[in-house]
């Protein structure tokens, strides 16, 4: 258990890709606090069992993406329980789908502010700690849409480029002090959330489940096959050991070959 003693905090953690980085991570030993929002039976279900794979302290908050000051008190909740966030990951994101000159201004946003700014206040808030500490792991997550675009996805593909760039610009700034900063940039990951698209397509579109998943969610993943949340949690918990030290600055592709064409 390679992080007994270290400290994670993880924003839209309560499902999908948010939750499996802490489980991975809470294995390892990691004292974790969750973020998100969801079903309070459950999120509590989740927290205890983390904490039972930690053999440390597992917390949630329901701290606001869109909310500064409540990301700050994210952060002031780990340093004070933890002396502060050892690991850093920002997951949280939302979508809206829309040709630009439709795009609801509101939904504009609110994307650019749960995708990309509260990445900013994340790392605003937590950096001065681990430079403290002189040891830091911050990881976001991206998309394969931080290095290519889909139409009708304007705001999504802005906030995750902006995230790829706001990663190599704090990766230089913090590089001589123990700490590294990436992204991850995923294709499509089989998720509850993309599960749950699959029957709005087939009516809209007209078509069997089979064709959604291989002729429209992976029309552009060469391998044909979805990312698996525990892929891309592995990929986050090699970039907190310390063979991982020298990668920082990195954009890592988890999407079977899209970004590639």
Wanted: aromatic share 6%.
């Amino acid at each position: 258990m390679f992080l007994k003693g270290k400290s994670a905090l993880i924003t839209g953690s309560t499902s999908g890709i948010g939750l499996a980085y802490a489980k991975a991570l809470a294995a390892e030993g990691a004292a974790v606090i969750i973020n998100g929002f969801g079903d309070a039976g459950e999120i509590e279900k989740e927290r205890a069992a983390l904490a039972e794979t930690s053999g440390a302290e597992a917390l949630y908050s329901p701290a606001d993406m869109t909310r500064p000051d409540e990301i700050a008190g994210l952060v002031r909740l780990a340093a004070d329980k933890f002396g502060g966030p050892d690991i850093v990951i920002s997951n949280a994101g939302i979508q809206h789908v829309a040709p630009v000159e439709e795009f609801p201004v509101e939904k504009w946003d609110a994307i650019i502010a749960i995708n990309l700014t509260s990445t900013f206040h994340l790392m605003h808030a937590a950096v001065p700690l681990m430079k403290a500490k002189k040891w830091g792991r911050i990881i976001s997550t991206a998309s394969a849409h931080s290095l290519v675009a889909s139409p009708n996805k304007s705001a999504y593909v802005a906030a995750k480029h902006g995230i790829a760039g706001l990663t190599k610009t704090v990766a230089l700034e913090t590089a001589t002090h123990g700490i590294t900063v990436n992204c991850i940039s995923p294709g499509y990951v089989w998720t509850p959330l993309v599960e749950k698209q699959i029957p709005d397509t087939m009516k809209a579109r007209g078509l069997t489940r089979e064709q959604v998943m291989h002729d429209v969610l992976l029309e552009a993943q060469p391998t044909k096959e979805f990312v698996t949340v525990d892929q891309v949690a592995a990929l986050a918990l090699f970039l907190c050991r310390d063979e991982a030290k020298s990668i920082t600055g990195a954009n890592l592709s988890v999407d079977g070959g899209w970004a590639a064409e």
